[in-house]
């Protein structure tokens, strides 16, 4: 699922490219040393041989500039095996930054969750009590204030809902983000109500 994100598709593709240029500096050893002896044939039968004149053995003509390319190279593989340290660490950091995301999305959601169930819990236990103080007060047992009191804490513990089902809402949002989103709502359907 960490895979579906931005970030870590982002972080993935600089590894790769980095793992890609470790190959391209290595590959300079083989394109920059070149043996520059020539061969020359010589005999009539068509055998190649090396001629003593124009034969030069690394270390003649191109010593020391053969040497300085292939510290350059060194240190090119070098570097780009450091920047591919660099990124590896970055993919990492972002794997765990996106896990903690979804840690917490997830967590957000299930505590909205509970939240939205004991309220709606607290909302049927008002409407009973409200219902009764209502008829306390048809029977003359309980005065007006009472009824309207209850009535009071039911209209709060409502808005309680509504507004938990909207924090429920936005806690699914946050979870379908940090999971990397691209799901249709019928695969994924949470109950907010």
Known sequence: MLRRRP????????????NERIGVAISDYYRR?????RLVSTAPTGALFLTGRRFSPLGQERCGGGFSILGKVAAEVA???????EALAGYRQAALRATEDIENALMELAQTQVRLQELQG???????ARDLS????????????DVLNADSQLLVARN?????????????V????????????????????
């Open 7 to 18: 970030d870590i598709i982002a972080a993935e593709r600089r590894l790769a490219a980095s």
């Open 33 to 37: 040393f070149r043996f520059p002896a």
């Open 79 to 85: 570097q780009s095996r450091g920047a591919y340290a």
């Open 122 to 128: 607290e909302v049927t236990s008002l409407t009973r």
């Open 134 to 145: 209502e008829r306390a007060y048809k029977a003359g047992a309980i005065p007006l204030t």
């Open 160 to 172: 309680d809902v509504e507004s938990t089902r909207a924090d429920a809402a936005r806690a699914a």
């Open 174 to 193: 946050r979870t379908f983000r940090a999971l990397g989103g691209g799901w249709t709502y019928a695969a994924t359907r949470l109950s907010l109500r």
